[in-house]
């Protein structure tokens, strides 16, 4: 009798498991899985199409405290130098000079679009110098909202890439995290030693940890 009903048993649940119904409910279980994980994580700029805007559509580009001074300047370019590795991947190299007789300072700007941040609570990028040509070991960074900007400073950036991953707690200074407006990447004279080099940047998303 028990043997009859455990065989009762073990038919059901193969019936039920090729229904239609049971198929479909698996599938937006995976379904729902896959948009946890993607919530989880936003990429904001990967470069990987070697060219602007960024991945929510926003303008990117370096920039300079006064462009009359040619002793001190930002310049920005993609490079085929992804940092996963990928050959098809590309990232930005910043070359930096602040060695200068003025007050020096100049950097990257990327454009956030008003984005809607308050789901997640950490920003994640990463950096590598060249050891060729030198490179800062620490940058400033600083993200901004309608009410100004709150700054970070990035130190133990080497000749390998690095994933930084900065909690939002460290930004102090932001009020609104529902709309980010701008990413900042700053090289100025106190904190870039030494005063000339170049720096790669890529893959800046907004993760939940």
């Given at each position: 009798m028990k043997r009859n009903i455990t065989l009762l048993m073990a038919v059901?649940?193969?019936?039920?498991?090729?229904?239609?119904?049971?198929?479909?409910?698996?599938?937006?279980?995976?379904?729902?899985?896959?948009e946890n994980m993607q919530?989880?994580?936003m990429v904001i700029a990967d470069f990987d199409t070697g060219d602007k805007?960024?991945?929510?559509g926003g303008d990117f580009g370096s920039w300079d405290k006064d462009p009359a001074d040619e002793s001190q300047y930002c310049n920005m370019?993609?490079?085929?130098?992804?940092?996963?590795?990928?050959p098809a991947g590309y990232s930005i190299r910043l070359d930096y000079d602040v060695n200068s007789s003025n007050p020096a300072y100049n950097g990257f700007w990327m454009k956030l679009n008003n984005f809607d941040a308050s789901g997640h609570n950490t920003i994640n990028f990463g950096l590598k110098g060249d050891a060729a040509k030198g490179y800062t070991k620490r940058i400033k960074i600083e993200l901004k909202d309608a009410n100004g900007s709150s700054p970070y400073i990035v130190s133990g950036i080497t000749d390998e890439w690095q994933q930084f991953s900065?909690?939002?707690?460290?930004?102090?200074?932001?009020?609104?995290?529902?709309a980010l407006t701008?990413?900042?990447?700053?090289?100025d004279d106190i904190n870039s030693v030494p005063k000339e080099g170049s720096v790669y940047f890529d893959n800046l998303t907004f993760s939940t940890e």
């Amino acid at each position: 009798m028990k043997r009859n009903i455990t065989l009762l048993m073990a038919v059901f649940a193969v019936v039920l498991l090729g229904t239609p119904a049971f198929i479909h409910a698996q599938a937006d279980e995976q379904a729902q899985a896959t948009e946890n994980m993607q919530a989880t994580e936003m990429v904001i700029a990967d470069f990987d199409t070697g060219d602007k805007p960024n991945n929510i559509g926003g303008d990117f580009g370096s920039w300079d405290k006064d462009p009359a001074d040619e002793s001190q300047y930002c310049n920005m370019s993609f490079e085929p130098d992804d940092m996963f590795g990928d050959p098809a991947g590309y990232s930005i190299r910043l070359d930096y000079d602040v060695n200068s007789s003025n007050p020096a300072y100049n950097g990257f700007w990327m454009k956030l679009n008003n984005f809607d941040a308050s789901g997640h609570n950490t920003i994640n990028f990463g950096l590598k110098g060249d050891a060729a040509k030198g490179y800062t070991k620490r940058i400033k960074i600083e993200l901004k909202d309608a009410n100004g900007s709150s700054p970070y400073i990035v130190s133990g950036i080497t000749d390998e890439w690095q994933q930084f991953s900065i909690p939002f707690e460290k930004f102090r200074r932001i009020k609104d995290w529902s709309a980010l407006t701008e990413f900042v990447v700053v090289f100025d004279d106190i904190n870039s030693v030494p005063k000339e080099g170049s720096v790669y940047f890529d893959n800046l998303t907004f993760s939940t940890e």
